[in-house]
């Protein structure tokens, strides 16, 4: 079954720790995304790629770090830079030609608590 | 100017009942208008998708669009428990990636 793998499912950390959130599609979408999500708010881009080896800050990218070597993956690293880190964070994907439109596929999360 | 609003809810109705889901927005730009439903603990997944104004119907979805009142909707007919959800609108105007907004959502409950 095609779809987005976001591992692990629930993570602790302690403060002052960096903290890495795997994502993996085997859709074959080019743009890939992740997202942070709190109570009571809508969801808020973090970082973008369009394309492998690529990337772009997205509304809150302060205290996060991402890559993309392979199209399959867009890991994100949470540092220890950001000072409030305690979320739902969601990975998401965007088929070819519909990046422009907002047609997104979710993973099923990861929920980061720092203690 | 990004900037939508949802009613957070909580919206509760009884089985059966007619569910109307509401967004407005600022931002007259915007021509791409999605829903998502998002089950708790879980991703959201893409229940309707409109470019520009008009209505689109799928089962008992059905999503308009009025871009002149800058107002969507999502309509549920024959609410199931099993529509037990946070709804989430999105839109964009449709030039990049960073141009997806999202409101925050609106807890959907259905009573048995």
């Known amino acids: 079954d095609g779809g987005i793998t976001q591992s692990p499912k629930y993570l602790f950390r302690k403060e002052g720790q960096n903290v890495t959130l795997s994502c993996e599609q085997n859709?074959?979408?080019?743009?890939m995304y992740w997202y942070r999500q709190d109570p009571g708010q809508g969801l808020r881009l973090i970082y973008y790629s369009q394309i492998v080896n690529d990337f772009q800050k997205g509304d809150i990218a302060e205290g996060y770090s991402v890559s993309r070597e392979k199209k399959e993956s867009f890991p994100l690293t949470v540092t220890s830079a950001q000072k409030n880190p305690t979320a739902f964070y969601l990975c998401?994907?965007?088929?070819?030609?519909?990046?422009?439109?907002?047609?997104?596929?979710f993973g099923e999360g990861s929920r980061l608590t720092v203690l | 100017q990004k900037e939508v609003e949802q009613d957070p809810g909580p919206l509760s109705v009884p089985e059966g009942a007619i569910v109307s889901l509401n967004c407005t927005y600022s931002n007259s730009a915007f021509q791409y208008f999605m829903w998502y439903r998002q089950y708790s603990r879980k991703g959201p997944e893409l229940l309707m998708y409109?470019?520009s104004s008009g209505n689109k119907e799928d089962g008992r979805f059905t999503a308009q669009v009025d871009k002149s009142s800058k107002y969507i909707s999502l309509f549920i007919r024959d609410s199931q428990p099993s529509d037990s959800a946070t709804y989430l609108c999105?839109?964009?105007w449709g030039g990049g990636a960073d141009g997806l907004t999202f409101g925050k959502g609106t807890h959907l409950i259905i009573q048995p």
């Open positions: 998401a994907s965007s088929p070819p030609g519909r990046a422009d439109t907002g047609e997104l596929f």
């Open positions: 999105a839109m964009n």
């Open positions: 409109t470019y």
């Open positions: 859709l074959n979408h080019d743009a």
